[in-house]
């Protein structure tokens, strides 16, 4: 069983930074991959980006060149670097982790973009 735990969320202003952190409870580089998602108000939660077992990351079109997954293997956490925040970047935000047929999400941290 692994858990997850994010941190990092809060209140900015429109074309502002955040770090998000996902803090693992035990090695992130022998899962198969990590991802990160959100769900933003009266709105599934979709994916946001994923970094694989290799470190390979890939990324919605809508974060694309403004959001970077990276990770501390020493650590055992994933990151999320988010610039020129937008509005529409408001919502919750999640990292998941998945290995073995098994998947692990965190409880989730508010991130709200304001204008």
């Known amino acids: 069983q692994v858990q997850l735990v994010e941190s990092g969320g809060d209140l900015v202003q429109a074309g502002g930074s955040l770090r998000l952190s996902c803090a693992a409870s035990?090695?992130?580089?022998?899962?198969?991959?990590m991802g990160w998602h959100r769900q933003a108000p009266g709105k599934q939660r979709e994916l946001v980006g994923v970094?694989?077992?290799?470190?390979?990351?890939n990324y919605v079109d809508s974060v694309k060149g403004r959001f970077t997954i990276s990770r501390d293997g020493n650590k055992n956490v994933m990151y999320l670097q988010m610039n020129n925040l937008k509005l529409e970047d408001t919502g919750v935000y999640y990292c998941?982790?998945?290995?073995?047929?098994?998947?692990?999400w965190g409880q989730g941290t508010q991130v709200t973009v304001s204008s």
């Open positions: 998941s982790a998945w290995s073995g047929g098994n998947s692990y």
């Open positions: 035990g090695s992130i580089t022998s899962m198969n991959g």
């Open positions: 970094i694989t077992g290799g470190g390979t990351t």
